[in-house]
């Protein structure tokens, strides 16, 4: 089955600072999808990728989708406290939704 | 709405035995699916449903049943329970287009298991 490896596990930062996660496959995707966790909560749908080398924006969230499609990104510029939490990338297939291991974010007020 | 529903929110069990995590949906969803998540683990499918009288294994199926009798509600069975399956359990529904039931799901609050 599809799986995904998503790096780093934990990231501390300073607020203020950057952040990204990266989330890899050795099969092309279909599509990505990121969701984020608060400590203590449920994961939350951010957003889907499904397009060759597409780019979307949240604000200061910018979600990427490799060329080749089996990479992707989350990049959080100038971190806040709210930024706290766990972030996943997941991949759909075969009636699946699988999720890669999560990226922790800490940030340091 | 309410959502997603999951109860209990928390339970204790002794090895060996059995219960029932309920999990209702109210946003008439087709698909709907159980996962747990451990520590550094990220969240593990168990067992999915594409609607209701279907269901299917995910990647960690042993240990646990589901049924799907109604649109609504996907219950998770535990047959006999063991300090591995300690965790914390979600379900999530999502519309579930078929063929690549690639939507976006939504997830209860969750219900943390114990098993000593």
């Known amino acids: 089955g599809q799986q995904v490896m998503q790096i780093p596990q934990y990231q501390h930062v300073q607020e203020g600072e950057d952040f990204t996660t990266y989330c890899n496959s050795s099969?092309?995707?279909?599509?990505i999808q990121w969701y984020k966790q608060r400590p203590g909560g449920h994961p939350v749908f951010l957003i889907q990728?499904?397009?060759?080398?597409e780019v979307k924006k949240q604000k200061r969230l910018t979600f990427q989708f490799g060329e080749a499609k089996k990479n992707s990104s989350l990049h959080i510029t100038a971190t806040q406290t709210t930024d706290v939490g766990t972030y996943f990338c997941?991949?759909?297939?075969?009636?699946?939704?699988?999720f890669g291991a999560g990226t922790r974010l800490f940030v340091k007020a | 709405n309410a959502g997603v529903t999951q109860t209990p929110k928390f339970q204790v069990l002794k090895t060996g035995q059995s219960m029932t995590l309920q999990c209702a949906q109210d946003?008439?969803?087709?698909?709907m699916s159980w996962y747990r998540q451990d520590p550094g683990m990220g969240l593990r499918l168990i067992h999915y449903?594409?609607?209701?009288?279907?269901?299917d294994q995910g990647e960690v199926p042993n240990g646990y049943n589901v049924s799907r009798s109604t649109t609504e509600d996907f219950p998770l069975r535990l047959l006999s329970a063991a300090p591995s399956q300690t965790s914390v359990y979600f379900c999530?529904?999502?519309?579930?287009?078929?063929?690549?039931?690639?939507?976006?799901?939504?997830f209860g609050n969750g219900t943390r298991l114990t098993v000593t």
């Open positions: 999530a529904s999502s519309e579930g287009q078929a063929p690549y039931y690639n939507s976006p799901l939504h």
């Open positions: 099969t092309t995707l279909s599509n």
């Open positions: 990728l499904v397009k060759s080398g």
């Open positions: 997941a991949v759909t297939g075969g009636f699946k939704t699988i």
């Open positions: 946003m008439n969803h087709e698909y």
């Open positions: 449903s594409v609607g209701a009288g279907i269901t």
